[in-house]
C-alpha cells in the first residue's frame, strides 16, 4: 500500500464519518469548527492522538520566520504516518503550499473542504475530503449553512413495481364554454 493509497483510504473514511453529521443554518466559523472537532473526535476513536492547531512545518512570514504555521488537526499514529487536516470553506492556495510541504515532510496530508459549489480535488499528494453543505442567505442576511446526514440507507421502495400500472387511454371531453384546448 503506498502512500497515496492510504491517504484515499483515510479521506474516504473521515468523509464517511463527518458525512454522519447535521447541521442547520449555522455560520461559516461555526461549520469549520464543528468539522475541526469531528475530525478530532474520529482521529481519538480510533485510538490516535490528535491536536488541534499542531504545529506546521512551514514557517511563517517575516517577521515572524522564527515561528511556524499551524493546521487545524494533528493526527499522529503508532507505526504509521501521521496525518495533517486543514478544513477550509474557501479555496486558498497557502493551504494548498501548507498541506504539500506537510505531504513533502513524510505526513498524510487531507484537506476537508466544505461548501456549496464544486469542491475541485487539489493536486496529489494532498487529498480532498469534500463536505458539501447548502447555503443561503439567513434572516440577517449573512450566509448559513446546513448539512442533512448521510445515513446510508437506500431509497425508499416504490408502493407498486414499476412498470406494474395499466395506462389508461386519455379522453378529451369538450369545455362547457366552448374554449379550445
Given at each position: 500500500?503506498?502512500?497515496e493509497?492510504?491517504?484515499?483510504?483515510?479521506a474516504?473514511?473521515?468523509?464517511?464519518?463527518?458525512?454522519?453529521?447535521?447541521?442547520?443554518?449555522?455560520?461559516?466559523?461555526?461549520?469549520?469548527?464543528?468539522l475541526?472537532?469531528?475530525t478530532?473526535?474520529?482521529?481519538?476513536g480510533r485510538?490516535?492522538?490528535?491536536?488541534r492547531?499542531?504545529?506546521?512545518?512551514v514557517?511563517?512570514?517575516?517577521?515572524?520566520?522564527?515561528?511556524?504555521?499551524v493546521?487545524?488537526?494533528?493526527?499522529?499514529?503508532?507505526?504509521?504516518?501521521?496525518?495533517?487536516?486543514?478544513v477550509d470553506?474557501?479555496?486558498?492556495?497557502?493551504?494548498?503550499?501548507?498541506?504539500?510541504?506537510?505531504?513533502?515532510?513524510?505526513?498524510?496530508?487531507?484537506?476537508?473542504?466544505?461548501?456549496?459549489?464544486?469542491?475541485?480535488?487539489?493536486?496529489?499528494p494532498?487529498v480532498?475530503?469534500?463536505?458539501?453543505?447548502?447555503?443561503?442567505?439567513?434572516?440577517?442576511?449573512?450566509?448559513v449553512?446546513?448539512?442533512t446526514?448521510?445515513?446510508?440507507?437506500?431509497a425508499?421502495?416504490?408502493?407498486?413495481?414499476?412498470?406494474?400500472y395499466?395506462?389508461?387511454?386519455?379522453?378529451?371531453?369538450?369545455?362547457?364554454e366552448?374554449?379550445?384546448?
Amino acid at each position: 500500500m503506498d502512500a497515496e493509497d492510504t491517504a484515499g483510504q483515510l479521506a474516504a473514511v473521515l468523509g464517511a464519518h463527518l458525512g454522519r453529521l447535521a447541521f442547520a443554518d449555522r455560520g461559516t466559523d461555526d461549520v469549520t469548527e464543528l468539522l475541526i472537532a469531528a475530525t478530532v473526535e474520529w482521529a481519538r476513536g480510533r485510538g490516535w492522538r490528535a491536536y488541534r492547531r499542531a504545529a506546521s512545518v512551514v514557517p511563517l512570514p517575516p517577521p515572524y520566520e522564527r515561528q511556524f504555521s499551524v493546521v487545524d488537526v494533528g493526527i499522529a499514529r503508532p507505526g504509521a504516518a501521521p496525518v495533517v487536516v486543514e478544513v477550509d470553506h474557501a479555496d486558498r492556495r497557502r493551504t494548498l503550499d501548507k498541506l504539500a510541504a506537510e505531504a513533502a515532510a513524510g505526513r498524510v496530508a487531507l484537506w476537508v473542504r466544505w461548501g456549496a459549489g464544486r469542491l475541485i480535488p487539489p493536486p496529489p499528494p494532498v487529498v480532498l475530503v469534500p463536505f458539501p453543505v447548502i447555503s443561503r442567505r439567513g434572516p440577517s442576511g449573512a450566509r448559513v449553512h446546513s448539512h442533512t446526514a448521510n445515513t446510508g440507507r437506500p431509497a425508499p421502495a416504490h408502493t407498486e413495481p414499476v412498470g406494474a400500472y395499466t395506462p389508461e387511454p386519455m379522453t378529451l371531453t369538450p369545455d362547457p364554454e366552448g374554449h379550445s384546448a
